[in-house]
């Protein structure tokens, strides 16, 4: 009964962890559940979301403060996606200038938007150090629900087995009044007159 009970916690599970999680539908749970994601950056994913969907990746990774390509890319493989799709990786490349002097005004407004990626990527370290003592939490949240649980399903198995000593005791008394019971009797002696 405790193996039955185990399988199916760990098929729950794991249909739990594989379940893709679209970020545009998600409810902070949902979003708490991938790794990588804590409480604070759900919520951060959520405050932003109220503002309006995400478009897709970029859109969400320049929205949410403290994620980057890096932590885009985790969180895509343990079953998050932005409008059905995964990260694919860094941004396309736009495509080429037709003329040089198109390129210089290209760039220069390309300079700005960058100044913003490279601040989120210095924030990166602390994000992921933080994201990493909330895994750690999580972790050990769930190891001690697990063991809560096996300890549970130990005190019931070891109450069930004390029924079953007490069930199988009674059972060879009850036997014997019912093969008592059930034998023929001897017809009770005439007194001899």
Known sequence: MLKKILAVVAML?????FAAVDVNKATAAELDGIKGIGPGISTKIIDERKKGNFKDWNDFIERVKGVGDGNA???????????????????????APAAKADAKPAA??????????AKEEK??????????AEDAKKAKAEEKAKKAEEAKAKKDAAKQAKEDAKKAKAEPKDSKKEAAAAAPQAPASTPKK
């Open 123 to 132: 924030k990166d370290p602390k994000a992921d150090a933080k994201m990493k």
């Open 108 to 117: 220069a407004a390309a300079a700005p938007a960058a100044a913003p990626a």
């Open 13 to 17: 599970y794991a249909s739990i962890a």
């Open 73 to 95: 890319a985790k969180f895509s493989s343990e079953g998050m996606t932005v409008n059905g799709a995964g990260f694919k990786g860094a941004a396309a490349a736009p495509a």
